[in-house]
């Protein structure tokens, strides 16, 4: 694994932690939420150097995202 992968890696795992403890979930939650995400496909894809932003801000995204998905879903009928 190269130099740029590990330190994504350490990024997903701090997100990871921090989703987790922002929703009150256990991290295997988290992570399987995070990694089947909008917010981590782009991040991955290097859109808008993403990894580039604080985890805050890609944390207060990744909710944001998962907000909306939930809410659409128990609005539908």
């Known amino acids: 694994m190269d130099g740029k992968q590990i330190i994504l890696q350490m990024k997903y795992a701090r997100l990871i932690d921090g989703i987790a403890t922002h929703e009150g979930i256990t991290r295997e939650e988290a992570m399987d939420r995070f990694y ?11 859109i808008a150097d993403l990894h580039c932003r604080s985890d805050q801000y890609l944390i207060d995204e990744f909710l944001l ?3 909306d998905l939930h809410n659409t879903k128990q609005e539908k009928p």
């Open 36 to 46: 089947h995400s909008q917010t981590f496909q782009m991040i991955q894809l290097g």
């Open 65 to 67: 995202e998962w907000n």
